[in-house]
């Protein structure tokens, strides 16, 4: 899944873009909105794309920068984020799998035509939690696979836990020290 999220309209909408704005105010709003997106995203943090315009940054950001695995990028020059966000709709190689969050009707629509989710600003927190908690089900369903370990290591623990096979009797468990019945 790709997840492309419109910053300040989800921010705006979330009620975290501040009415006062002292300086780093902004900066301190957006960052603690990429983190409860990390808190919600987990894992998907690495696939999510979080577009800013960058007018409304007071202070100097890299264009593109990562904040816990979110790509953070800002719209330059007379490009808005809108513009950015629909070029990255029609550039999505597998918009089935693609998931675009804004309040802008236009941003929606062209998320829809390539065949992709649009889900609403208002809505975000929703369809965070229910991403959350599919999340955790999968994770429990199918753990992460163990890499195998290396040739090296498991001849260590083979020779390690030798003695085991060469003095362990039938039916007796060498971990509690009794026999079993």
């Not at 894992?43 to 695995?69: C, I, K, W, Y």
Request: proline fraction near 7%; charged fraction near 25%.
């Amino acid at each position: 899944m790709q997840i492309i999220i419109d910053g300040y309209n989800v921010m705006f909408a979330l009620g975290m873009i501040p009415k006062q704005m002292k300086p780093g105010t902004l900066q301190a709003a957006r960052s603690a909105f990429l983190d409860l997106l990390f808190s919600y995203l987990g894992p998907l943090a690495n696939e999510t794309l979080v577009v800013f315009d960058a007018a409304h940054s007071l202070t100097m950001q890299p264009r593109e920068f990562a904040h816990h695995g979110l790509h953070v990028q800002f719209a330059v020059r007379r490009e808005e984020a809108d513009d950015l966000i629909e070029r990255q709709i029609k550039d999505c190689r597998a918009p089935e799998r693609l998931v675009v969050i804004s309040t802008d009707a236009r941003l929606r629509q062209a998320a829809r035509r390539q065949g992709a989710t649009a889900v609403r600003s208002e809505e975000v927190l929703d369809w965070l939690e229910k991403t959350k908690t599919r999340l955790a089900r999968s994770e429990s369903v199918h753990p992460p696979a163990v890499p195998p370990s290396p040739p090296r290591e498991t001849e260590y623990w083979l020779q390690q836990f030798k003695h085991l096979d060469d003095d362990t009797e039938l039916g007796q468990n060498p971990w509690l020290g009794f026999e079993e019945k």
